[in-house]
């Protein structure tokens, strides 16, 4: 508070003050701007931690690097975050993506895509969802990228392996 600064670059995993858990990206930027109104939080966070930046963006960060970012770009993000503007490294855009579905915005699989899907999780290639549905490998290569897309998953494996969650 004393040096009240205009952008605060935070660890979003940061340890609660008793050490007992880990206090989320909401949390960190609520604490840093319920202290601070007006400031710019960037959060610093590990990739492939979806719940988490989705949380901070949500709490009010102005953006989000990954913990792997380079000088040049944690600087791009402090200065655009100075200047009001929004930013998020491409590893952390992704990352958001995925967080924002998985809290129940993920977008509805058409029948079709859900047929595909189901395959695909049987760890089908094109070729044999192709055969089995009576469409061409083009159409199904369509289908697959909208289901990936739709469901946040990276790939086919990342695909199954939710399927075994569920």
């Known amino acids: 508070r004393e040096l009240r600064p205009d952008v605060v ?3 979003l995993g940061l340890p609660a003050d008793d ?7 909401a949390g960190v930027a609520d604490v840093l701007l319920g202290a601070l109104p007006g400031l710019a939080v960037v959060g610093l966070c590990e990739g492939g931690d979806e719940k988490l930046v989705a949380s901070a963006m949500r709490a009010g960060a102005r953006g989000c690097v990954d913990m792997g ?10 200065v655009a975050a100075g200047r009001g503007q929004a930013i998020l490294s491409g590893p952390v855009l992704a990352t958001l993506h995925r967080g924002l579905r998985e809290d129940g915005h993920e977008q509805p699989l058409t029948e079709r895509e859900r047929q595909v899907r189901g395959l695909m999780e049987q760890g089908l290639p094109d070729k044999a969802i192709a055969d089995l549905l009576v469409l061409s490998i083009k159409t199904v290569e369509k289908h697959a990228g909208a ?4 469901t946040g998953a990276r ?12």
């Open 19 to 25: 050490g007992s858990d880990v206090i989320d990206g």
């Open 69 to 78: 970012a380079d000088g040049p770009e944690l600087a791009r993000a402090v």
């Open 147 to 150: 289901v990936l897309r739709k």
């Open 9 to 11: 670059l935070a660890d």
């Open 155 to 166: 790939n086919r494996t990342e695909l199954a392996a939710r399927a075994g969650r569920r």
